[in-house]
Structure formats: C-alpha cells, structure tokens
C-alpha cells in the first residue's frame, strides 16, 4: 500500500473472511481504516447521541454533578468541558481536551436517567458486537496463533466514551494551540469512531501515516477503526497501532468547527497477560520487570497511567 490512502472495508464482508490479504497489509503498514457497518449500529448512535447532547446543553450544574466520577480515572459518568488532559498524560503539553464527555462501561455505570440509561445499553451493546468483529477480523488477517481463543479474549473490559467538541473559541485556534487533543496512541485491542462532520466541513481527525498526519473526515454509513496499542502485543509486534490527534481549526473556521466523536474502546480484560520483553521493545511498559505481565499490571490503578503507557508504545 505505501501510500497514506485510508482504506475502506466493509464488516460484512470481512466477517466472511474477505480481503484478508488487504486487512492483513493495511494494518500493518497503516493500522486505521474505514469500516461500512449496518444501519443498527448508526441509528443506535444517532439516538444516543441526541440523549447525550441534551443532557450536555439543557442540564443543570446539580444533575451534572449527580453523574459525574469523584474518581476521575474511572471513565463512568460525565466530563465537563476541560477537565482532562491528553498532553498532560502523554507529557506533551500542559493544555486541556477541548471536549465535554458522557463514558461507560461494563458495570459501575452513571446514567443521568432510566430512558438514558436504556438508550445507552442498547448502543453499547450494539457497538461492542461491532468492535469484536473489527478486532477478530484484524487478527485473523495476521493468522494470529498466538491467541488461542480469539472469542474469549474480546469478551472483554470496553470502554465507550462520547465527546463533544464546541467550537474553539480565539485561544484555542491553531494559530495559538493546534490541537484539542494531543497526538496520543489507544490503549485498546481496537478502538472504533464514529464521528459527525463539522457544520464548516473542517475535518479536525488525523492519523499519522508514513510519518505525516492525514485528515480522516466523516464518511457516510462508515466508522473509523485504529488498531490500539495491545494490538502489536498479539501479533508479535507485526500490527501498527498509529498516532492519532484531533486538531484544531484556524480562526477563519473558528465558527461552525463543532463535531462529535463516539469511541468504542476495546480492551483487554485485566488478566490478559503479554510478553514484557516485547512490550519493552515496542517503548510500552518499562516499568515492568520479569517475561510475563497482565493488562492490569501494566496499566496500575490508573486511567492516567494507562494513558502514558500508550502515549510511549
């Protein structure tokens, strides 16, 4: 492939084990494509995300405060606009996201009501089955032995976090801070995207290929899959798990420059274990020691700590 194409593949067709050889050469050389997925999981998003910005814009400082983690690392509940840091956690920078969030999970969920709450479980539901497909699909592309049981290891601890980007206002423009979020890797098997266009069409997604960052606009009935950092871990450090930022417009497309973005983070549940020797020389878990380590060890008690893992692989 060789060039900064961004492929497209449809989930139908790779469950049926097509284009394989493609999967197989895009991860590796790239690890991010476009994904067509059925109208379920696309409806599904459309009614969550219109659940989640209306709590974003009509609820009250009471009610955001009802859902929101005293345990900021936790990923349950709501994120004001702000309150993380992707730079400070990758040692990049000192500047917030840009992005207001709503997450869940598995279990320790916050919802801000019972109809939230069954909008949200069934799109979690929906989005989980499709990230499984993805991440059995890359692996098999890869003819992976080392996993011996591809269904037992995405039954899994995912992670689902919606975000919403304002618009920047003039301080948070490219000419003076060029990202709303800093160039970071995913701690995740996968990680699948979908995102909504900015009104203005400034595509503010990227994903570094070839040493360049390209703009991964919206594409209709299409999702946006990255290949995480335990990705290179199960196939012997043959798949590419890629940088990846979110940018910020100039001032010429300050207004209009909103968008959305839901991600499906599929990782591994914290008994995984992987090989230390390799991780160390992919730059990910030096503060391991042994041959062998779990996911929950490499990550510790922290989200934050997962986070600049990642950031070094």
């Not at 080392?146 to 948070?172: G, K, M, S, T």
């Not at 423009?173 to 266009?197: F, G, K, W």
């Not at 992919?282 to 893992?309: K, P, Q």
């Amino acid at each position: 492939m060789n060039d900064r194409t961004v492929l497209t593949f449809a989930l139908d067709a790779l469950n049926r084990g097509e284009r394989r050889d493609e999967l197989r050469r895009c991860v590796t050389e790239q690890g991010a494509f476009y994904l067509e997925v059925d109208d379920a999981l696309l409806d599904a998003h459309v009614r969550a995300s219109e659940a989640a910005m209306q709590f974003f814009t009509t609820a009250d400082d009471e009610a955001k405060r009802a859902v929101t983690n005293p345990a900021p690392a936790m990923r349950r509940g709501f994120s004001p606009l702000g309150s993380e840091s992707t730079a400070r956690s990758t040692n990049t920078g000192d500047y917030s996201d840009y992005a207001m969030v709503y997450s869940m999970g598995i279990s320790d969920n916050m919802f801000p009501s019972t109809g939230f709450e069954r909008i949200w479980d069934e799109y979690f539901d929906l989005y989980y089955r499709v990230a499984q497909d993805t991440a059995k699909a890359a692996l098999r592309s890869m003819d992976v032995h080392l996993v011996a049981d591809l269904d037992a290891l995405v039954d899994c601890d995912p992670v689902l976090r919606y975000r919403f980007y304002p618009d920047v206002p003039e301080d948070r423009c490219a000419e003076l801070q060029p990202n709303r979020m800093a160039p970071h890797y995913d701690l995740s098997i996968v990680s699948v995207i979908v995102q909504t266009p900015s009104p203005n069409g400034f595509v503010s997604l990227q994903v570094e290929i070839d040493g360049e960052f390209v703009g991964l606009p919206p594409r209709p009935g299409c999702v946006v899959v990255f290949c995480g950092s335990v990705a290179p871990l199960l196939s012997d450090a043959r798949i590419k798990a890629p940088q990846h930022q979110v940018v910020s417009p100039d001032i010429s497309q300050r207004v209009g420059s909103q968008r959305t973005s839901s991600v499906l983070f599929l990782r591994p549940r914290s008994e995984f274990t992987f090989s230390v020797p390799l991780a160390k020389s992919l730059g990910m878990g030096t503060h391991l020691s042994g041959e062998v380590a779990t996911f929950g060890e490499w990550c510790g008690d922290s989200y934050m700590e997962m986070h600049v893992a990642t950031a070094r692989a």
